[in-house]
């Protein structure tokens, strides 16, 4: 992802990539709430979202190598972009 970012001058979450590139594949929750989950002994909760946040990345990436691109929003323009990876 990091090279994404040094692409495009700017961060896209997980999340806004996936949605966009993996059709609708979501997040089921953020760190913050990850953060409160692991204060309130709920690790099991941490480790099924981290589990899924590797399984998004995995499958962006995965897309990225067979496809050569990944899909974001370009938020002036609200237009879907194709940003060409090489991975």
């Not at 953020?30 to 204060?39: E, H, N, S, T, Y």
Request: glycine share 8%.
């Amino acid at each position: 992802m990091a090279d994404l970012q040094k692409k495009l001058n700017h961060r896209l979450s997980l999340a806004h990539l996936a949605q966009h590139t993996l059709g609708g594949a979501g997040k089921s929750a953020d760190g913050l709430l990850a953060v409160k989950w692991w204060r309130e002994g709920k690790y099991q909760m941490v480790i099924d979202y981290c589990r899924q946040d590797v399984k998004l990345t995995y499958d962006l990436w995965k897309l990225g190598k067979e496809k050569g691109y990944i899909l974001f929003k370009h938020k002036p323009s609200e237009e879907i972009v194709k940003c060409p990876v090489k991975w």
